[in-house]
């Protein structure tokens, strides 16, 4: 069985999308409609603009997606997924591809996304660390023992684990870490704690949105980040989605899981192969592969 997988944050290049624009009229009409609903020209910034233009909150999640979402689009009949999962972001643009959102929805939902965390970054300044060649028991041990907001954030792979949390909360975690044998402790740039409770006003904020929104009954099961685990049921999907700001995305558990349930290649669709170099961390006899149109 196929499962098809869609990248998060962090996956922007330069460029991104013009190849699908310029081959396929359905990727064209796409980011169109996209111009339209943003308000602003992303295709202007995704296939001619800077790196920097590319990092603006507004730009990066809507383009991930967009790319994301498109290229499974333009695959058309050779997209046939038995699940799907997503790495945060991503877990949007799973739901497009297996029908559970629309497109547009799932981009204005997005749009909505990346604005109330710039929101939440600015209300209070905070960071992530990534921590490897560390059980993650002993992460979530010093985490606990902080008295400030640190928090498992992602658990990318086993001995990757990213922690979320305040300034003084993250640099005192790294300190501990590095003296209980982490083998690397550093800082991630990014503007802010995302998925710890520091993202509790934007998650406040798009909770509303994701209520008011269509979620329709998916083709096949999603593994969600909060609970890594497969659901088809709209109501339940709409729930976990909501608790996903403020929750750690559980990627080891669900890639493990998905394997659990039958699936015998991953296949990335979106920018990079980052997902594919996990999931082979996770289970290195697993079958990975990046998504193209041709």
């Known amino acids: 069985m196929k499962a098809y997988v869609f990248p998060g944050q962090g996956a922007q290049f330069t460029g991104m999308g013009k190849d699908l624009y310029e081959k396929s009229a359905t990727a064209k009409d796409m980011f169109g409609s996209a111009n339209e609903i943003l308000g602003f020209r992303i295709t202007d910034l995704m296939f001619s603009g800077t ?140 503007g802010g704690a995302f998925h710890s409770p520091l993202m509790e006003p934007a998650r406040l904020e798009l909770e509303e949105a994701i209520r008011n929104t269509c979620f329709s009954k998916p083709l096949c099961p999603v593994y969600q980040n909060v609970n890594a685990k497969a659901s088809i049921d709209p109501e339940e999907i709409k729930s976990n989605l909501v608790l996903q700001l403020t929750s750690p995305v559980r990627w080891t558990q669900s890639v493990i899981n998905m394997i659990s349930g039958g699936a015998t290649s991953f296949i990335e669709i979106g920018p990079g192969s980052v997902l594919q170099g996990l999931i082979k961390k996770i289970d290195r006899d697993a079958v990975t592969e990046g998504a193209a149109y041709v």
Do not use: W
């Open 51 to 190: 790196e920097e233009d590319l990092r603006q909150t507004k730009v990066t999640q809507p383009a991930i997606f967009l790319h994301s979402t498109i290229l499974a689009a333009v695959l058309d009949n050779s997209f046939r997924p038995g699940m799907v999962a997503g790495h945060s972001l991503g877990e949007f643009s799973a739901l497009v591809a297996n029908k559970t959102l629309s497109f547009e929805d799932g981009l204005r939902l997005v749009s909505k996304r990346a604005m109330a965390m710039q929101k939440a970054c600015e209300m209070t300044p905070s960071t992530m660390a990534a921590i490897l060649g560390m059980d993650d028991k002993i992460v979530e041990e010093v985490c606990v023992s902080i008295h400030e907001v640190v928090v498992p954030a992602n658990y990318n792979s086993p001995g990757q684990i990213v922690i979320s949390g305040s300034n003084e909360g993250i640099d005192k975690a790294i300190e501990i870490l590095k003296a209980r044998g982490a083998k690397r402790a550093l800082k991630l740039s990014v």
